[in-house]
């Protein structure tokens, strides 16, 4: 009989950011093995069968998640899974696998990346004032005391360690599944000629010029990094030069205007542009020369591993669980905090050298990243999971 997987996910809408797309990404990736995927969400707008929206009539953009509980429960109650696979801290899954690392995590390292200690002690005492975000962290708190609760799941050895750092949680009790991304993505030719294009008329640019292209994408431009990255700027020109070569495209709906006078104060606004939301990241990844996330966290970054999977190489922090995925100084560059101006400056002012980026590119596709990075690996190593807790429960 073929094995029926359900995945919980609070929103099912891939434009919301990265745990969701990855959502739809492993479905079908698990669906490829044999496995009949069932994805069960809050809210969200779907035509698709195998999608349920458990939640569409509650009022609002967000339910609580008692109400979701209920109706999870309701749903699950009266159709039968063999797998209850979520992302959300619920003590009746048979995995919890936390696309954001650990709500612990989370609120330090979100209060950190104000970079001012008053303002970071306030964030992280409000942070409790949100009611959603304090009903799912007590929740993961008393799902990790529950020692016949989920097995854990984590995106990098950086979200494993958050479990046994914050929660005491034992080795056994956590699995690390690194995180993957659907490659071999189709570009479209001509969308990525128009965003060169579009790029350097901006710019004020020609081919002949031969700028290098440092791309940055996130949806919390705060949080990601942003300001380090502008600011890196600014101190590679004192130190290195080359002004005329170094660019930094930023993609991302988050708000810009902040960004913009930041890189006027520090007189590099000419070497910055904002591109806004881009659909196919793909497209835009095939025309820059380097990726660029001096994030203060990240459990595994879904754009850095997009771009390794374009042979692209990149530079991101310690606070990143991707770089679990590839190798220091050979793919790109990480540097321990993303304050560290100097040291950000210094990994951007490398890669202003075409041979350094060819040599980062010929590592990637060397050292077959790509493989290591697919979505459909992934896959393989939930299915081997699924099978183990099957065999436990007696139901293989």
Do not use: W
């Not at 290098?212 to 431009?221: D, H």
């Not at 930041?262 to 990844?285: E, P, R, T, W």
């Not at 459990?299 to 991101?316: G, H, N, Y």
């Not at 990480?334 to 075409?354: G, K, M, N, Q, W």
């Amino acid at each position: 009989m073929q094995k029926k997987v359900a995945i919980i996910i609070e929103r099912a809408n891939i434009t919301l950011g990265g745990a969701e797309r990855s959502v739809f990404e492993l479905a079908p990736a698990l669906s490829g093995l044999g496995l009949e995927v069932d994805i069960l969400a809050a809210k969200g707008q779907t035509s698709t069968k195998n999608i349920h929206i458990l939640c569409q009539d509650t009022f609002g953009k967000r339910v609580s998640p008692l109400v979701f509980e209920k109706e999870l429960k309701k749903h699950l109650s009266e159709n039968r899974y063999d797998i209850i696979h979520s992302v959300l801290p619920f003590d009746f899954a048979d995995i919890y696998q936390p696309r954001g690392g650990t709500y612990t995590e989370l609120i330090v390292r979100n209060a950190a990346s104000y970079q001012n200690k008053l303002l970071s002690f306030c964030k992280r005492l409000t942070a409790f004032a949100n009611l959603r975000r304090t009903t799912f962290l007590r929740a993961e708190r008393q799902l990790c005391k529950e020692p016949g609760g989920p097995v854990i799941v984590a995106l990098s050895n950086y979200v494993a360690g958050q479990f046994k750092r914050h929660y005491a949680v034992s080795d056994e009790r956590v699995v690390v599944i690194l995180n993957g991304v659907k490659i071999n993505k189709k570009i479209d030719a001509k969308q990525a000629e128009r965003f060169r294009t579009q790029i350097l008329t901006r710019l004020g640019l020609k081919e002949a010029d031969n700028p290098i292209l440092f791309l940055f994408a996130a949806y919390n431009f705060r949080l990601k990094g942003l300001s380090a990255a502008i600011k890196a700027l600014k101190y590679k020109t004192e130190k290195y030069g080359l002004t005329h070569k170094t660019y930094l495209i930023i993609v991302g709906n988050d708000r810009a205007h902040k960004y913009i006078s930041l890189a006027k104060k520090l007189g590099v606004d000419k070497q910055i542009l904002f591109l806004g939301s881009v659909q196919h990241i793909q497209n835009i990844l095939s025309i820059i020369d380097v990726a660029i996330l001096p994030t203060f966290y990240d459990p595994c970054s879904r754009f850095i591993l997009e771009a390794l999977s374009a042979d692209k190489p990149v530079i991101t922090t310690r606070f990143n669980g991707a770089i679990d995925l590839f190798t220091n100084n050979r793919h790109g560059k990480i540097i321990d905090e993303a304050t560290d101006i100097p040291a950000l400056a210094e990994a951007v002012s490398y890669f202003t050298d075409r041979s350094n980026i060819q040599k980062a590119k010929d590592s990637i596709t060397a050292d077959n990243l790509a493989e290591k990075i697919s979505i459909k690996r992934v896959a393989r190593q939930l299915e081997s999971l699924y099978e183990s807790i099957l065999k436990r429960k007696g139901l293989k």
